[in-house]
């Protein structure tokens, strides 16, 4: 059974960047795509990136892509999110999920096929 924990949340002005980290266990992260996602409030919940099993495959959608940067360390079992040029609009409750893949290449991650959730870390993007 997989665990995510999500931390690197907090308080933010427009323009500045965060870093936000999934720590995992309960297994290797090597056969597992990984994805965060956000819920702001009001809102459904949306994929901002998602990573393939070797790392060499990320995909955002056109709110995120050139500011943030998913990436992963298998050896210290964590995914990470650069957040560059924080804007309002990125105020929101932001999750790591996982799902277990059997191939390495380009993939999606689905929000309704992603397996394995953490409880989420607050990002305020506020002046």
């Known amino acids: 059974q997989l665990q995510l924990v999500e931390s690197g949340g907090g308080l933010a002005q427009p323009g500045e960047s965060l870093t936000l980290s999934c720590v995992v266990s309960g297994d290797t992260l090597d056969w597992y795509i990984f994805g965060w996602f956000r819920q702001a409030p009001g809102k459904e919940r949306e994929e901002v990136a998602c990573?393939?099993?070797?790392?060499?495959?990320?995909k955002y959608p056109d709110s995120v892509k050139g500011r943030f940067t998913i990436s992963r360390d298998n050896a210290k079992n964590t995914i990470y999110l650069q957040m560059n040029s924080l804007n309002i609009e990125d105020t929101a409750v932001y999750y790591c999920?996982?799902?277990?893949?059997?191939?390495?290449?380009?993939?999606?991650?689905?929000?309704?096929?992603?397996?394995?959730w953490g409880k989420g870390t607050l990002v305020n993007v506020s002046a």
């Open positions: 999920a996982a799902d277990h893949f059997k191939a390495d290449r380009p993939t999606q991650c689905p929000i309704d096929e992603m397996y394995y």
């Open positions: 990573i393939n099993l070797s790392g060499t495959y990320m």
